[in-house]
């Protein structure tokens, strides 16, 4: 197997054992990056000359004997909405084209410190808003397993980069699905944490009571290591929590006996492929097999997450987007008369259509008259969709559905009807609504396109969802395959 | 507040509602633009109707899905971005300060 084709932990393996040098696996995938970028496009910046130095600065620490992170030497793509000092961040926007951050993102801190290798900053839907990557300001990333289909959004350069081989892991971020959901697509592992569980300190803000940063792998164990990477308190994000942070790996015993499972009807009726669905029984099956005990439930709210979401996220975004005034930083247009032109036009050449559109749905539902009927309303369902998982979590460890509704979509078949775009988000929402930890791992194919498994657990329950991933992915091939390119 | 709220919602945004919220949101759209959102806002707007069957009579609203409130640090003073960084990537700048079009009248 090609290097560019290893897990991480596999490639950490060979790094420990001194088989192969930090900079030799750098070059790999900087490698794989120039023969597979002109079909995937899953990189803005690709951050050859940094990669390089900071593949050499580890060989160098482990030659001087230090003792080294499991993520060291392994190169790894940013989501482009995660601060990086000095290398351009864009949240593939025009309005932030040229932006260089004076600040790193904690996330990005924690994997500089750990000697981690970051061979750039990938495509996103603009400011993560998005389910296929194709409201990119800049261009469309295409999925590995089908180059004329979206690799899903709005982390889909994330996934496609994975997928493709042109990064060993990567990190995206989740605030209605947008890890879980490209993970599905391109048939690689993703998890969105706890609410709390990630900095958000240095993510460029989307809607902040939903966004989370989350590990896109190869498969199980690489996310559980990723993850102890990245989490942990920090002091400057308010909404951080102080709680230990395990070895996420060491949950990986692969014994799921007696674990109850909630297979919820409703994530089955919501415009449910039949071959997805068919995928996600077999694999609930599977876990059966394995031991678990998985039981038909109920979440009553489901059919209300969507448009609950389609309130609160556009009104927090309309809140957060804000800041992009052409004041002190980003695109400033030249056409400014007074100041109130200066803003209007900065961000009328600035932000594209989805993002204009959830900019003006967030002021309608907060203006005046209607923040009773719309956005207090929506806090309230939000209440009713969290209740909801607090009752099934009291007798099930985990609640098992489908990731997403479909595979993979054709690039250009839903970009103008974005209600059939939203759809795909549907499974989910809710975790996000909830705070709670969820996760899509590949459990199949249709048609060549990948299927997702999504499991979601309790808030801080990572252990339990990465148990029984690891669980059912040991005992299948789905995490072996690769797509031809 | 209690109950369900009732409002008399306009099922139909009309242009003049969007160019209102528009100068809220401070966009500057096209007409083409206004006609195209006006089309966009009004489907995602009949989702919204359905959670006005939903009785939420004394459901305490959610803002976030932690148990945090009233997250403070020590009011200690400590290191801030300095001038430079900040006006790193400034449109314009002179003297550390940020040079904008002219906001009063004189």
């Given at each position: 197997m090609e290097l560019f084709e290893l897990t991480a932990f596999e490639l950490s393996n060979k790094l420990s054992a001194g088989e192969v040098s930090a900079r030799e696996v750098t070059e790999a995938f900087l490698n794989r990056i120039s023969s597979v970028e002109d079909n995937v496009q899953a990189y803005v910046t690709v951050t050859k000359d940094e990669a390089l130095k900071q593949a050499d600065a580890v060989d160098e620490a482990r030659k001087a004997g230090e003792k080294l992170s499991p993520i060291a030497g392994i190169p790894l793509a940013l989501k482009d909405n995660m601060c990086t000092t000095g290398v351009e961040t864009t949240c593939s926007s025009k309005i932030l084209r040229g932006f260089l951050p004076p600040y790193n993102a904690t996330v990005v801190e924690k994997l500089n410190d750990a000697g981690a290798v970051v061979t750039g900053k990938v495509n996103l839907d603009e400011f993560a808003m998005g389910s296929s990557t194709e409201n990119s300001g800049f261009f469309t990333t295409h999925n590995p397993w089908d180059l004329s289909a979206v690799p899903g959004g709005s982390s889909g350069g994330s996934t496609a980069a994975v997928a493709a081989g042109e990064a060993a892991w990567a990190l995206g971020s989740d605030t209605g699905g947008s890890i879980r959901q490209p993970a599905a697509f391109c048939g690689v592992v993703g998890l969105k944490p706890t609410y709390g569980r990630v900095s958000r300190y240095g993510l460029i803000a989307f809607a902040s009571s939903l966004d989370q940063i989350g590990p896109i792998t190869r498969d199980v164990r690489d996310a559980a290591t990723l993850l102890t990477a990245i989490s942990g308190y920090d002091p400057r994000d308010s909404t951080s929590v102080n709680l230990e942070v395990p070895d996420y790996a060491r949950s990986l015993t692969g014994d799921i006996k007696g674990k109850r499972i909630g297979v919820p009807r409703e994530y089955f009726a919501q415009g449910v492929e039949g071959s997805v669905a068919d995928a996600v029984k077999a694999a609930i099956a599977k876990l059966t097999e394995l031991g678990a005990i998985a039981e038909e439930i109920s979440l009553p709210h489901s059919e209300y997450a969507l448009p609950t979401y389609y309130i609160l996220a556009p009104a927090e975004a309309s809140s957060n987007l804000a800041r992009y005034d052409g004041v002190r930083f980003g695109h400033r247009t030249a056409r400014a008369t007074n100041y109130v032109d200066l803003f209007e036009k900065t961000r009328e050449e600035g932000f594209g259509a989805e993002v204009k559109q959830r900019i003006m749905i967030g002021t309608y539902a907060l203006s005046a008259g209607y923040y009773d009927a719309f956005y207090i309303k929506a806090q309230q369902v939000r209440t009713l969709i969290k209740r909801d998982f607090d009752t099934a979590f009291e007798k099930y460890d985990a609640i098992v559905s489908p990731t997403a509704p479909t595979v993979a979509f054709p690039i250009g078949e839903r970009s103008n009807d974005p209600l059939a775009m939203k759809l795909s988000d549907v499974l989910t929402i809710p975790a996000n609504m909830a705070g709670i930890p969820a996760i899509s791992i590949p459990c199949g194919f249709s048609n060549g396109l990948p299927i997702g498994l999504q499991i979601m657990a309790p808030a801080f329950a990572e252990e339990t969802l990465l148990q029984i991933a690891y669980a059912y992915e040991q005992s299948?091939?789905?995490?072996r395959q690769r797509p031809k390119l | 507040m209690g109950g369900i709220t009732t409002i008399i919602m306009s099922s139909q945004l009309s242009l003049e509602e969007i160019s209102k919220v528009g100068q809220l949101a401070r966009l500057q759209l096209t007409d083409d633009e206004k006609v195209a959102l006006t089309g966009h806002l009004n489907d995602i707007l009949q989702q919204f109707?359905?959670?006005?069957?939903?009785?939420?009579?004394g459901v305490p609203p959610t803002s976030h899905s932690l148990p945090l409130q009233n997250v403070f640090r020590d009011d200690v003073a400590a290191a801030s971005l300095p001038r430079d960084a900040a006006t790193l990537n400034a449109p314009e700048k002179r003297d550390g300060n940020f040079i904008v079009p002219q906001i009063m009248e004189d």
């Open positions: 299948t091939e789905w995490h | 109707g359905r959670l006005q069957e939903l009785d939420t009579t």
